[in-house]
């Protein structure tokens, strides 16, 4: 690739505050450092002590960098990352990510920085960082179908977004045929977590408006058409880097041994068999809501792991389901247990990061939508493209019963009209699960910012 004669890079990643944003940044990190490049990682402390306590084996090139956390009302001092607070406490959160500017500012202009890699709530960031000289590129963790929902930055800075219902079908500029829309329940539940002074569709507006370059969390195979139509609507360059697929985890310290009971336990599954249910770091039912989906998950008949973070299983659940369910109770480890070969399908959330999980694994998906950011999207996404079967639902509330959710998982896992989602389904593990293809993209992004080292040196002059 001629990387000999190439400038090393100085790069600066400044994420989101939350582990879904973090983990992919980084990810994107330690390709970019192989390649040669120094990377600064900016991040609060705890989230930053964190990185450093799971990830012992970064290089030196990745330099993991503490800017001080704001103080603001309703964020304990305790409190960094959106898996700390309740969804109500978020807004405040936005509020202290926006008084980071002046450290990060500050950063960037005595940092001899070439290129500034950023997310969506920084909307502030892009032009600071033309001020400076520095590079700026919005990285999207959500995917090309969100992004184009969302539209042309014009759209999203003027308000087209007034009512709840105004993003409950889909827009107009979508040229192809999607059915890819939010559920009522799904936006109220969602404008809970925004800045009422600085809207998450303003802050998207202005970050992709203000940037050099967007890249996404995506791929041609597997969403063609809103890729095409991003660079369309942006009016700027937008590059894949891939899915940025995770590698499996190793086992973790003191998970060792309840990694081993799981694993036990699973050795004495049939293969494909089991149903792993897992509903992300931060989504949260109500007691009625748990009590459904214990009930959908017992009525099921089916072996299953459940991994309980958020919520308690009702009273005799346990008991009743001893013989073929194992409860996984705090952090799990996701990648290991989504590898083994007793998992046959995947009851999720719709978070990016765990749909890229499963399907590198080739597993069918039981949709039940966790309601925040792009999750509802996702949802209809998947159903649309026959990877999984979306768990009906009231739309107004969110509402669903615990014999409809049976019905769904055993859909997906074993009814014989289940088979063309499982067949799709095990048909994308040629995409997500090729680490070669994976890389290629982003080895197109790096080389990218490369060719562009000129003009970051004629910008920093």
Same mark, same amino acid.
């Given at each position: 690739?001629?990387?000999?004669?190439?400038?090393?890079?100085?790069?600066?990643?400044?994420?989101?505050?939350?582990?879904?944003?973090?983990?992919? =940044?980084?990810?994107?990190?330690?390709?970019?450092?192989?390649?040669?490049?120094?990377?600064?990682?900016?991040?609060?402390?705890?989230?930053?002590?964190?990185?450093?306590?799971?990830?012992?084996?970064?290089?030196?090139?990745?330099?993991?960098?503490?800017?001080?956390?704001?103080?603001?009302?309703?964020?304990?001092?305790?409190?960094?990352?959106?898996?700390?607070?309740?969804?109500?406490?978020?807004?405040?959160?936005?509020?202290?990510?926006?008084?980071?500017?002046?450290?990060?500012?500050?950063?960037?202009?005595?940092?001899?920085?070439?290129?500034?890699?950023?997310?969506?709530?920084?909307?502030?960031?892009?032009?600071?960082?033309?001020?400076?000289? !520095?590079?700026?590129? =919005?990285?999207?963790?959500?995917?090309?179908?969100?992004l184009a929902y969302l539209g042309?930055?014009?759209?999203?800075?003027?308000?087209?977004?007034?009512?709840?219902?105004?993003?409950?079908?889909?827009?107009?500029?979508?040229?192809?045929?999607?059915?890819?829309?939010?559920?009522?329940?799904? !936006?109220?539940?969602?404008?809970?977590?925004?800045?009422?002074?600085?809207?998450?569709?303003?802050?998207?507006?202005?970050?992709?408006?203000?940037?050099?370059?967007?890249?996404?969390?995506?791929?041609?195979?597997?969403?063609?058409?809103?890729?095409?139509?991003?660079?369309?609507?942006?009016?700027?360059?937008?590059?894949?880097?891939?899915?940025?697929?995770?590698?499996?985890?190793?086992?973790?310290?003191?998970?060792?041994?309840?990694?081993?009971?799981l694993k036990s336990w699973l050795?004495?599954?049939?293969?494909?068999?089991?149903?792993?249910?897992?509903?992300?770091?931060?989504?949260?039912?109500?007691?009625?809501?748990?009590?459904?989906?214990?009930?959908?998950?017992?009525?099921?008949?089916?072996?299953?792991?459940?991994?309980?973070?958020?919520?308690?299983?009702?009273?005799?659940?346990?008991?009743?389901?001893?013989?073929?369910? =194992?409860?996984?109770?705090?952090?799990?480890?996701?990648?290991?247990?989504?590898?083994?070969?007793?998992?046959?399908?995947?009851?999720?959330?719709?978070?990016?990061?765990?749909?890229?999980?499963?399907?590198?694994?080739?597993?069918?998906?039981?949709?039940?939508?966790?309601?925040?950011?792009?999750?509802?999207?996702?949802?209809?996404?998947?159903?649309?493209?026959?990877?999984?079967?979306?768990?009906?639902?009231?739309?107004?509330?969110?509402?669903?019963?615990?014999?409809?959710?049976?019905?769904?998982?055993?859909?997906?896992?074993?009814?014989?009209?289940?088979?063309? !989602?499982?067949?799709?389904?095990?048909?994308?593990?040629?995409?997500?699960?090729?680490?070669?293809?994976?890389?290629?993209?982003?080895?197109?992004?790096?080389?990218?910012?490369?060719?562009?080292?000129?003009?970051?040196?004629?910008?920093?002059?």
């Amino acid at each position: 690739m001629g990387n000999e004669s190439k400038r090393s890079l100085h790069i600066a990643m400044f994420p989101w505050l939350a582990h879904g944003h973090i983990t992919p =940044f980084l990810r994107l990190s330690k390709f970019l450092s192989l390649r040669g490049h120094a990377v600064s990682f900016l991040s609060t402390p705890s989230n930053v002590a964190r990185l450093a306590l799971a990830h012992p084996e970064l290089p030196p090139s990745i330099r993991l960098v503490s800017l001080p956390m704001p103080h603001v009302p309703n964020v304990p001092d305790s409190a960094e990352s959106t898996s700390d607070l309740d969804i109500d406490s978020i807004p405040y959160l936005k509020k202290a990510y926006d008084l980071l500017e002046p450290a990060l500012t500050r950063f960037l202009s005595e940092g001899r920085v070439d290129w500034v890699i950023h997310d969506f709530a920084s909307h502030w960031l892009p032009q600071a960082a033309s001020r400076l000289g !520095v590079g700026s590129v =919005f990285f999207s963790t959500v995917n090309a179908t969100m992004l184009a929902y969302l539209g042309p930055p014009s759209e999203l800075i003027s308000g087209r977004y007034q009512k709840p219902e105004d993003l409950t079908c889909v827009p107009a500029w979508i040229p192809y045929e999607s059915t890819a829309s939010f559920r009522l329940h799904e !936006v109220l539940k969602h404008q809970r977590c925004m800045d009422e002074e600085v809207s998450d569709f303003c802050r998207f507006g202005h970050t992709i408006d203000g940037c050099d370059l967007v890249i996404v969390r995506s791929c041609r195979e597997f969403e063609s058409e809103p890729l095409s139509l991003l660079p369309e609507i942006y009016q700027k360059p937008v590059i894949p880097i891939g899915l940025v697929t995770p590698a499996v985890q190793r086992d973790e310290g003191d998970d060792n041994e309840k990694w081993k009971a799981l694993k036990s336990w699973l050795s004495t599954k049939r293969e494909k068999s089991v149903l792993y249910i897992a509903l992300g770091t931060e989504v949260m039912l109500s007691s009625e809501l748990t009590n459904e989906l214990a009930s959908g998950i017992e009525k099921s008949g089916l072996p299953f792991v459940w991994v309980v973070r958020n919520c308690s299983v009702p009273a005799g659940f346990e008991e009743r389901v001893s013989d073929r369910g =194992f409860i996984w109770a705090g952090w799990a480890p996701q990648t290991r247990i989504l590898a083994h070969e007793a998992i046959g399908g995947f009851l999720t959330h719709c978070g990016w990061n765990s749909t890229i999980e499963a399907l590198s694994r080739g597993l069918p998906l039981v949709l039940f939508s966790g309601g925040s950011a792009d999750q509802g999207l996702m949802a209809r996404f998947l159903h649309e493209k026959r990877v999984g079967f979306e768990v009906p639902r009231d739309e107004a509330d969110g509402s669903f019963t615990g014999d409809v959710l049976a019905e769904s998982i055993r859909l997906v896992m074993a009814e014989p009209e289940g088979e063309p !989602v499982r067949a799709t389904a095990r048909a994308m593990k040629e995409v997500f699960g090729d680490t070669e293809l994976q890389n290629k993209y982003m080895e197109e992004f790096a080389e990218t910012l490369e060719k562009s080292a000129a003009k970051g040196q004629k910008m920093a002059t």
